[in-house]
């Protein structure tokens, strides 16, 4: 190509780009019905996290639950992975077990294709 020919520029073959706020395509609608059903005089969730297919499943363990997992393992709780009260996935919780105090444990399974399923658990603290 010569310099300073007006030939055409690949920018003419660009897909086009979509301007303002896009979401996407797995995220759930916030207008959806099931996010207008919340409890009398507390506010819709925005977000639901775990409606993100890269969120993995997250459940409150029951303490007699937690106690034997615990003891099976043969771990303390000091041992185990810190998971803040502030984690949108905790507040989520709260807000379907109510208040969760600190010391009380996550169990947290992940599914994978490869690697089939793996479970975690996460001790909620404070800070």
């Known amino acids: 190509m010569v310099r300073g020919s007006k030939a055409p520029c690949c920018a003419a073959t660009r897909p086009e780009i979509p301007r303002g706020p896009v979401r996407a395509p797995d995220t759930p609608d ?3 019905s099931e996010y207008a059903e919340v409890p009398q005089g ?4 925005p977000f639901n ?3 993100h297919k890269l969120v993995p499943e997250h459940r409150l363990l029951p303490d007699d639950e937690a106690a034997s997992m615990m003891a099976g393992m043969a771990l303390t709780k000091d041992q185990l992975p810190k998971i803040k009260r502030t984690d949108p996935v905790v507040q989520l919780l709260e807000r379907i077990h109510g208040p969760i105090e ?8 992940r599914r994978s ?3 089939g399923m793996a479970e975690a658990f996460r001790l909620v603290v404070e800070r």
């Open 113 to 115: 294709e490869t690697a």
């Open 49 to 51: 996290p775990l409606d």
């Open 102 to 109: 600190e010391g009380r444990i996550i169990r947290i399974v």
């Open 42 to 45: 507390e506010e819709p969730i």
């Open 30 to 32: 916030p207008a959806r």
